[in-house]
RNA sequence: GCGCUUGUGGCGGAAUUGGUAGACGCGCCAGACUUAGGAUCUGGUAUCUCCGAUGUGCAGGUUCGAGUCCUGUCAGGCGCACCA
């Protein structure tokens, strides 16, 4: 009989479900494995070849666990909040849940033909009330944190600190103000937007909204003014990875810069947690440098620079330090070990102190160059990097030299970054010399033998010399010269430190999330604005629900779609959600028009699929304390900057408030690789309708035409099918090759429908069946790899699996099975299988895996196995690979269990061992012949005998032996010389 | 510019601690069975001047022996990018 996958595939699926056989439950009794995928988000495309490489690879892990006895969660869930369900209600008026909902249910019905062991009981969306009433509540509770790298005096006693800070209630400072205002909180490490001071009778002072606006200044979520990426296209805000070259990823809009009203997330307060965290996990090279790029810790200083009063020329110690009614300002640099060779300072132009440094004659100048860079956008900014600037009048003074150093204006400098100002030293940084050079401003080297005559010197390597200078009195009693660079940046922080003209500062490139979109599909803030002040709705209101609207557009007075709704008003009194027609501003006020972008959902999910019904918290002490972290995550690096900063920071939060046990979420992590497209060309004559073999092309003036790859066969194109494909091509000639055929160019572009290269899992799934599809995509190459997707392939895979039904059963479909011992050959070749497979798995090595399984089948079937118990462990093995046949063959086998709870073959040494090894002689290294031994010859016997060998002595004839080196098992080198 | 990563037949890709480079599959060639073959089976398939030599991007080095280790260099892919 046959191998019927059709059949096979169908019962199998129908009774997995039927019987639920993927459910799992906290089990103590058993080891837990947790394996995830990152959830897609569904599109109306569907699910394309590209999609299952990952969920294939990591069904094949879970499956393995679960045979080796593990307890494995293995769930699947929806991120089903996104701008392009969104767009399309725009233009069609549909509401996004219906079409969010039928693409989903395209996407199970997709995903049930290919078998995996998903337990779809634990299944979330996250745009499921009950699942982002836990979106909010994470997002109050974040509203009522602050960060502290130590505790408070106002902290409960005895609370356990983290080395890098954690969260706290916000109650623990407010009740720190009223003792001591912000006295003293510098010491603290408590993360703030901006740093205040004010009094406790200053802050009691305050009234309730001065104190509001005075705590987002340390909420973890919080509201402010922020300079963000707005793009009316999309009528929208944007994160910074959502923009690529000024326009946005989405469809391509421009995107400029724009102060706005935000909630935003105080992540970079988790920066250093976020470093630390990753030398605990087991990610990718690539991908944590990605990461710890993306945070861009830097260790530097802030030095204090006074500004010098214009009359006064190189100052003496005493007027330097002392003058009054002088005003300061902070630069922040990585390389204090230049502070001799300083010759001008630089502000950002954004920086509020550019107002103060210049001086009247300069006013005009300044304030053009002002509106030149206002006028630049981010995108222009971005691509060329002019040098341009403006002096500002005003000196300051350096605090090692005492000399005065002209300080300019520059777009170079970034307001966002450290204090906004520079120090600049043209000899050792490649920016400021550019400015140098074109400004004719001086440059004095530092390191000894740096030549800076073309370019700086910006290595920090050396021996520092000029420091001071030879020629200058000194100014301070202390030198940094013969050190080498290393030595003397920390000698000048020392100094700096003592001196108090400074401190020693960790600067982070991380910024904080901007966490509202001007977007209708998203979650909604559970906030309510009290007289202007943002308020949390009670945590037992939760959740709140999106309001129907009748227009998914901003309303015509600018605001966010939810504008557009009219029950969308909250009843202080009564707790409830009310017409906006109450609003009363006593009782009833307005609720948020915002809602959260795409990654508050997908942020915490993993959370909830280890209890994914509970109404009562995210998740249950139990479960979380059962399940702990993922110990397998598989999902794309394209989420290297985005989702997996935010998911960890949040599971970082959750950590603090006790909520997860661990601090991290993904403990390994494996980024599949994209599956490109194939695209396969046709060739038209210019002016006609006749296309030409890619063959014979040469010659004839061609364009080259997408063609749909579904009409292709190993780039030989169905004439006929093409000329039904388009109606312009149903008069089409061609100019085939010698042999008949239409022969199609080929190149691998991204797969999408544009290119029409796009490779539905579904027909390869109809065509060769779902276990041929999963061993193929395994098969295909290492599955963290990019490559091309080619159907070309394929036959191999599927007729292994042909072949490996023929070999289990027998012409009338039974199986083929005799109790009788095994033969040692049999064993053997099974065990070398099972040692293999084990490895491979581990390592996520599937294709090599596949390549033993094609060897042993064809080392059993030229063996004639009919043992049972060959064929037993032979479809265990498989089962992970290639579920639904091993079901099957499982089945067939006269089990009645189903094959995943079949104990996973266990590798036995003593098989493998053979009578006799055959270790080749080589001489110089170079092989040359086998020679036969007993398994257990020794050394010196192996030594003996090959040398005695007579093919030896062709090779040693007029040279002498100089030593022999036995590798047991594999070599005998013989080392001659003349 | 900085960081990460990859270079092996016609193609996708194998190769524990350095130990017969090219497993396995595709493609191709030959043969068998067939009315037929995009079915099945068997054998072959790195290159060349083919008893022999040369071969893992290139140039060196360490070693009895290097795809693997070291130094330099070239090319592709990805990420960050005026971050002081």
Request: net charge negative; proline share 5%.
């Amino acid at each position: 009989m046959e191998y019927n996958f059709r059949e096979i595939e169908k019962k199998w699926q129908q009774k997995w479900v039927e019987e639920k056989t993927y459910k799992v439950a906290e089990d103590k009794s058993k080891p837990k494995f947790y394996v995830l995928n990152m959830f897609p988000y569904p599109s109306g495309a569907g699910l394309h070849v590209g999609h299952p490489l990952g969920y294939i690879a990591s069904d094949i892990y879970a499956r393995y666990k679960r045979l080796q006895g593990f307890n494995v969660l293995n769930p699947m869930g929806y991120d089903a909040y996104g701008l392009p369900a969104e767009q399309y209600a725009i233009q069609t008026g549909q509401h996004p849940e219906k079409t969010t909902f039928q693409n989903i249910d395209r996407y199970r019905e997709q995903l049930d033909k290919i078998g995996f062991s998903f337990d779809w009981d634990r299944e979330v969306r996250t745009c499921a009330p009950g699942y982002y009433k836990w979106t909010q509540w994470a997002f109050q509770k974040m509203f009522g944190s602050f960060f502290s790298k130590s505790p408070l005096p106002t902290s409960p006693k005895g609370e356990e600190s983290h080395p890098a800070g954690k969260a706290r209630p916000i109650e623990e400072l407010i009740a720190y103000f009223e003792q001591k205002g912000t006295e003293g909180l510098d010491e603290f490490g408590v993360a703030q937007t901006e740093e205040l001071h004010f009094t406790a009778e200053e802050w009691k002072a305050m009234n309730e909204k001065q104190q509001s606006d005075v705590l987002m200044n340390y909420r973890i979520a919080f509201m402010g003014e922020t300079m963000v990426n707005w793009c009316a296209g999309l009528g929208t805000v944007l994160a910074n990875d959502e923009v690529v070259d000024g326009v946005s990823v989405r469809g391509g809009f421009p995107v400029e810069q724009k102060k706005m009203r935000q909630w935003c997330l105080r992540v970079s307060a988790y920066a250093q947690r976020l470093l630390d965290g990753l030398e605990t996990i087991e990610w990718s090279d690539s991908i944590k440098e990605t990461q710890k790029n993306w945070i861009g810790r830097s260790e530097g200083a802030e030095i204090e620079f006074k500004i010098a009063s214009p009359s006064a020329g190189r100052l003496s110690p005493s007027e330097g330090n002392d003058q009054e009614g002088l005003e300061s300002f902070t630069i922040f640099t990585t390389r204090a070990d230049t502070m001799f060779g300083v010759t001008f300072m630089v502000l950002a132009p954004e920086s509020e102190l550019v107002e103060k440094v210049t001086t009247p004659e300069q006013k005009a100048a300044v304030e053009e160059y002002i509106k030149y860079v206002k006028g630049r956008t981010e995108r222009e900014r971005m691509i060329d990097h002019k040098v341009t600037g403006v002096f500002s009048g005003s000196y300051a003074i350096n605090p090692f030299t005492g000399e005065k150093n002209p300080i300019w204006i520059s777009e170079y400098v970034l307001a966002g970054y450290g204090t906004g100002a520079i120090m600049a030293v043209p000899a050792h940084d490649s920016r400021d010399y550019a400015f140098a050079k074109h400004f004719n401003l001086p440059i004095i080297p530092l390191i000894e033998g740096a030549d800076i005559s073309e370019e700086s010197y910006d290595a920090k390597e050396g021996i520092v010399c000029n420091s001071p200078r030879a020629d200058v009195k000194p100014y301070i009693d202390f030198s940094l010269n013969g050190l080498t660079v290393k030595e003397a940046i920390a000698a000048t922080k020392k100094y700096v430190k003592e001196a108090g003209i400074g401190r020693v500062k960790v600067n982070y490139r991380l910024r904080d999330a901007i966490f509202s979109r001007q977007r209708y599909w998203g979650e909604p803030f559970p906030v309510y604005y009290k007289n202007g002040i943002p308020t949390m709705i009670p945590e037992e209101c939760l959740p709140i629900e999106l309001p129907e609207v009748d227009k998914f557009l901003p309303t015509e007075t600018g605001e966010p779609p939810l504008g557009n709704a009219t029950v969308w008003a909250w009843d202080e009194v009564n707790k409830k959600i009310v017409e906006n027609t109450k609003i009363d501003n006593k009782t009833v006020f307005p609720i948020e028009l915002y809602t959260m972008p795409g990654f508050a959902g997908s942020s915490a999910y993993y959370l909830r699929y280890m209890d994914p019904h509970n109404n009562e918290a995210l998740v249950s002490k139990d479960a979380d304390e059962y399940w702990q972290n993922v110990d397998l995550y598989v999902g794309g690096s394209e989420h290297a900057t985005g989702h997996l900063i935010y998911s960890r920071f949040w599971n970082k939060f959750l950590f603090d408030l006790g909520v997860s046990c661990k601090e991290e979420p993904f403990q390994k992590l494996i980024n599949q690789g994209m599956i490109q497209g194939r695209s396969n060309f046709v060739y038209r004559i210019k002016d006609t309708n006749t296309f030409v073999s890619y063959d014979k092309k040469d010659g004839y003036d061609v364009t080259p035409i997408h063609v749909d790859v579904n009409i292709v066969s190993a780039d030989v194109l169905d004439v006929e099918a093409f000329k039904a494909w388009r109606p312009e091509y149903a008069t089409a000639e061609f100019i085939l090759n010698d042999e008949g055929k239409y022969i199609c160019g080929w190149a691998v572009e991204k797969m999408s429908k544009s290119m029409f290269n796009v490779v539905n899992p579904d027909m390869i799934v109809e065509k060769f069946g779902a276990d041929t599809l999963r061993l193929y995509e395994m098969f295909l190459g290492p599955v963290e790899q990019s490559k091309p997707w080619d159907t070309n392939g394929i036959d191999g895979c599927h007729r292994f699996l042909k072949k490996l039904w023929k070999f289990m059963t027998n012409e009338d479909g039974t199986i083929n099975a005799t109790d009788g011992a095994a033969s040692k050959e049999e064993l053997k070749a099974l065990h070398t299988l099972i040692k293999k497979v084990t490895a491979d798995i581990e390592v996520f090595s599937y294709n090599t895996s596949i390549a033993a399984f094609m060897v042993c089948l064809n080392e059993l079937t030229k063996l004639k196995s009919t043992s049972r118990e060959v064929k037993e462990a032979l479809t265990i093995l498989l089962a992970p690979f290639c579920p639904h046949l091993a079901e099957e063959l499982w089945h067939l086998l006269g089990h009645t269990t189903t094959v995943c709870d079949a104990p996973w073959p266990a590798f036995n040494e003593d098989y493998m061992k053979e009578d006799s090894v055959k270790m080749m002689v080589a001489f110089n290294g170079k092989a040359r012949f086998p020679l036969e031994f007993p398994a257990d010859v020794s050394k010196e016997e192996a030594e003996k005998t090959a040398l005695a060998d007579p093919q030896s002595a062709k090779w040693m004839e007029g040279f002498t032996v100089a030593k022999v080196i036995v590798v047991p098992g594999k070599m005998i080198n013989v080392v001659l010389k003349k």
